[in-house]
């Protein structure tokens, strides 16, 4: 199971060329797993057991050189200046008019930055902050495939890592490690109501990887199900739910911003909206009644009939004690504070204050 995936020249990623799933979509720019079997009951694993998932869509982009700390802090807007050895952030990349042109998730090591970001994405993100690389000592390169990633969540995760004598990080916290004599970078992002892992190690040892963790109890996902835990946690995905047209504020995700680490690039509209407020839209998680709708459903206040805003992005749920649909997207802010009752093609949308307690 140690050997060399097949090279992916159409676009499988590493386990995905290796042959175990039938069902392959392209998922960012990378033919992935869609399922393994029922959506629903993967979606079960990944909230109650622990689930192993495909991460070969993602890539990471390597900053070096005596000024990256300064130049980085000055291209997001996140506080990467005072990050510790070892940690992690989740930023947005925006141009000067405050527009969001990325997002990613920053790691600080002795050596370098590591910035993750789906294989779509780095293509763009790499030639705009190249643009902004003039007298400095930087250099950016993305990592090839000759690495990849698994993803591992569930609230039996921990147990599942322990078992390899692994230490397990604290959340936004990574470390290097062993699992069953292969190399690896663990990782651990927000929890998304269970703790979630990522595992980086060579490509070489995929098979290796998806075995062990499988013999240990994880159960495979794919990223449907992954999918619907995001839209569960109301979690915004780039590409999907948030668009190059968009600030950082309509997003609503804060832990993307950092308000006192001083200039960057769109830092000025930033701060101008966060001093007058003066954002139109919103984005909002959504319980829907009735049909699933697709990406870009627009959203019709009652009495209006112009639209209101859209919705991003959708999922079904049929779990235990939580039968519902919920969905992402955006609405103007005067109609969510006269608290209109929205429609869209095929029913009715109501926006929640918090995301599903987990069933």
Same mark, same amino acid.
């Given at each position: 199971m140690g050997q060399t995936p097949p090279a992916i020249e159409d676009h499988r990623t590493p386990l995905a060329a290796l042959g175990i799933a039938s069902d392959l979509q392209m998922h960012f720019g990378q033919l992935t797993p869609q399922a393994f079997e029922d959506c629903a009951l993967e979606l079960g694993h990944l909230m109650h057991a622990a689930a192993i998932y495909d991460l070969g869509y993602r890539t990471r982009i390597r900053i070096t050189g005596r000024d990256r700390v300064r130049w980085l802090n000055g291209m997001v807007s996140n506080n990467v200046r005072d990050m510790a050895e070892g940690s992690v952030l989740y930023t947005f990349v925006l141009n000067a008019q405050g527009r969001i042109q990325?997002?990613?998730? %920053?790691?600080?090591?002795?050596?370098?930055?590591?910035?993750?970001?789906?294989?779509?994405?780095?293509?763009?993100?790499?030639?705009? =902050?190249?643009?902004?690389i003039i007298m400095d000592d930087v250099i950016l390169h993305e990592l090839d495939a000759s690495e990849t990633a698994l993803g591992l969540c569930g609230p039996q995760t921990i147990e599942i890592l &322990?078992?390899?004598?692994?230490?397990?990080? &604290? /959340? =936004?916290?990574?470390?290097?490690?062993?699992?069953?004599?292969?190399?690896?970078? =663990?990782?651990? !992002?927000?929890?998304?109501?269970?703790?979630?892992?990522?595992?980086?190690?060579?490509?070489?040892?995929?098979?290796?990887?998806?075995?062990?963790?499988?013999?240990?109890?994880?159960?495979? $996902?794919?990223?449907?199900?992954?999918?619907?835990?995001?839209?569960?946690?109301? %979690?915004?995905?780039?590409?999907?739910?948030?668009?190059?047209?968009?600030?950082?504020?309509?997003? /609503?995700?804060?832990?993307?911003? /950092?308000?006192?680490?001083?200039?960057?690039?769109?830092?000025?509209? %930033?701060?101008?909206?966060?001093?007058?407020?003066?954002?139109?839209?919103?984005?909002?998680?959504? &319980?829907?009644?009735?049909?699933?709708?697709?990406?870009?459903?627009?959203?019709?206040?009652?009495?209006?009939?112009?639209? %209101?805003? &859209? !919705?991003?992005?959708?999922?079904?749920? $049929?779990l235990p004690g939580f039968t519902r649909a919920l969905a992402l997207g955006y609405v103007r802010v005067e109609i969510l504070e006269r608290k209109t009752a929205l429609r869209y093609a095929g029913g009715t949308a109501v926006p929640l204050q918090a995301p599903p307690v987990l069933p």
């Open positions: 990325g997002d990613g998730h %920053v790691f600080r090591s002795a050596e370098d930055f590591l910035m993750e970001t789906d294989r779509l994405q780095a293509p763009r993100l790499l030639n705009h =902050l190249n643009h902004y &322990e078992s390899f004598k692994a230490p397990v990080p &604290e /959340n =936004l916290r990574f470390v290097p490690t062993e699992i069953g004599g292969v190399p690896v970078t =663990l990782v651990r !992002l927000e929890d998304v109501h269970v703790p979630s892992f990522e595992l980086w190690f060579d490509a070489s040892h995929v098979g290796t990887m998806w075995k062990l963790l499988s013999e240990a109890g994880a159960r495979p $996902a794919g990223f449907a199900a992954v999918d619907a835990l995001r839209i569960f946690a109301g %979690v915004p995905q780039y590409g999907v739910d948030i668009f190059d047209r968009h600030l950082p504020q309509e997003t /609503n995700q804060m832990r993307a911003l /950092n308000f006192s680490k001083g200039c960057y690039l769109g830092q000025e509209i %930033v701060e101008r909206i966060r001093s007058r407020a003066t954002i139109h839209r919103s984005l909002r998680q959504f &319980e829907l009644d009735g049909d699933l709708p697709q990406p870009g459903t627009e959203l019709y206040a009652e009495g209006e009939d112009k639209p %209101v805003g &859209e !919705l991003t992005s959708a999922a079904h749920f $049929a």
